[in-house]
């Protein structure tokens, strides 16, 4: 947090990250463990960056020390260069209008119109009422919520009040969009709409987003980049799919689970033949991403082998506009042989994972 | 009622009433103007709040509770020098007014403060993520968004105050409740009493009525 070292940030070029935290740290009063434990991120102008964790693993904290409702210990937050944290009052409030922020339950003021809602950020920032009429019906326009500009947040179904969440955001023109589990109280359906109009958003506006969820379905669907963070630690971070293809820790795992489903139904192992006597059978999850998923690796592993392969479950997903394909399949024989085909298939490029192993006579699951 | 009283009693309630409506609107006007302001301060410099300050906290609302504490016809008596102060007097229906005042501000400073408190968080967290500066949030978040709460405050309060007001014939008053012990109960007049109880349950229902319906016109939560 040195003073010299703040002022010697250079101006940022087009391709230099818009927002930088480095090294943030927090512990609550009260509380043994930090909430924040050193995250350092970096996020570009106009991609969507999202932040991935289970509850507790101090996503919320995180967001809410990038425009300052809370106060890190220690650490730097750098928009655009600048050092949020030794701004003045009047200083931080001006900086704050350049950052939009979305909340998992809306946060409407129930006194006031979808107009005046929208209108709030404005009349903070002092703009005169004429010019605010004209952007609120702007902003309205952008949502698509023209016709409800009269109605209150109470009439509005949670699609609606987010809309409004997004629109209000949006008032002061600000570079970066923070989105607090956005989409968290909302049904899938309306959940897909609101992703489709932050991108859409964020296409049209060139707009940055910082988003943190504890869904995949949301860092899937919209997110360029990903950081997953675990006990107020980033423990990954990369474009979201590679992060997911090739997910390193176990929560990343998990996460990666929800998504493809490839996670053995339960029971399913206990359903499979023995293996016979000297030989092996492997459970396998096999991920295909690049253009090597064309070949038939199955039958061939199968006739160079010599292997039975039982496939157990299979899906085909993408990941933004990346396809990839995940198949589990049960390979029976010669664990020499299993070996070589794994090699095989690795050589092509392939993910393979061993989910269960078991030799003749020795269950392991 | 004018069957039952004769023209001199009817003046008399008339005149009580008019006490009675001056004792209460002055010291409900009093209570609100001075009330909302400490209520803000009781809630904003309460831990964790936007301007947590225990320093000015504490003693704020230790003096709120001390005057909370005093039955009010004790505080009528015990205040007599700060009436003098205010009135110029320690009788009469102008004296009254200032311990009623008094206690009703710190009455309504409490009640408020809860109405203030119901305010979800999370939209001062909003506004403060638009760069609302403390006299923005409460002025155009906290308010406003309290405002049908605050009314039911207020209405409770003026309620309150009609009772309390009766009180006041302790100091020479007046008033409707005043009236009722003077000729109804001491001189025996049933009559007078009955026409001072039904007046008064028609004023609390009024009040009542009037500000149930303001709160209804307020809320816009359904």
Known sequence: ?365 | MSTLLNPTMQILLLQSAGETAWMVGVAALVAIAVGLPLALLLLVTSPGHIAANALINRPVAAIVNAVRSVPFIILMVAVVPFTRLIAGTSIGTAAATVPLALAATAFIARLFETALRDVDHGLIEAAQAMGASRGQIIRKVLVPEAAPGLVAAITVTLISLVGYSAMAGAIGGGGLGDLGIRFGYQRFMPEVMAAVVVLLILVVQGLQSLGDALVRRLSHRQ
């Open chain 1, 1 to 365: 947090m040195g003073a010299s070292m703040a002022d010697a940030v250079p101006p940022p070029a087009s391709d230099a990250p818009l927002l930088r935290l480095l090294d943030i740290r927090k512990t609550y009063r009260g509380s043994s463990a930090a909430a924040l434990d050193g995250v350092s991120i970096e996020v570009r102008p106009g991609e969507i960056f999202g932040i991935i964790g289970r509850s507790g693993a101090g996503k919320s904290s995180l967001i809410r020390c990038v425009n300052l409702l809370e106060r890190p210990d220690t650490g730097q937050v750098l928009l655009a260069g600048q050092d949020l944290g030794r701004l003045g009052r009047d200083a931080l409030a001006a900086a704050r209008r350049g950052i939009g922020m979305v909340f998992q339950h809306f946060n409407l003021l129930a006194s006031r119109t979808v107009a005046g809602n929208i209108a709030l950020p404005l009349e903070i920032a002092g703009i005169p009422a004429s010019t605010r009429r004209e952007r609120v019906k702007e902003l309205l326009r952008l949502v698509g919520l023209e016709d409800r500009a009269d109605a209150y947040p109470a009439h509005l179904s949670g699609g609606q009040k987010q809309r409004v969440g997004i629109a209000r955001a949006l008032a002061t023109n600000p570079t970066l969009l923070l989105s607090d589990e956005a989409t968290s109280a909302l049904d899938p359906e309306t959940t897909a709409e609101i992703l489709a109009l932050i991108r859409e958003l964020r296409d049209r506006l060139r707009l940055t987003v910082l988003l943190i969820t504890h869904e995949m379905e949301v860092v899937k669907t919209i997110c360029d980049r990903v950081a997953v963070l675990e006990k107020g630690r980033v423990i990954e971070q990369g474009r979201v799919f590679d992060v997911f293809t090739r997910p390193q820790s176990d929560t990343a795992r998990q996460f990666a689970a929800q998504m493809t489903g490839e996670m053995l139904p339960k029971g399913t192992v206990a359903r499979l033949p023995e293996p016979r006597p000297g030989e092996m059978r492997r459970i396998l999850r096999i991920l295909f991403t690049s253009d090597a998923s064309t070949r038939a690796v199955i039958s061939e592993a199968s006739r160079r082998f010599g292997l039975d392969l039982n496939i157990i479950s299979g899906r085909i997903d993408a990941i933004g506009l990346e396809p990839f394909g995940v198949l589990v399949v049960a390979a029976f024989g010669d664990p020499v042989h299993v070996a070589q085909a794994i090699d095989r298939m690795r050589g092509l490029d392939l993910e393979v994972d061993d989910i269960a192993a078991a030799t003749a006579g020795s269950e392991v699951a």
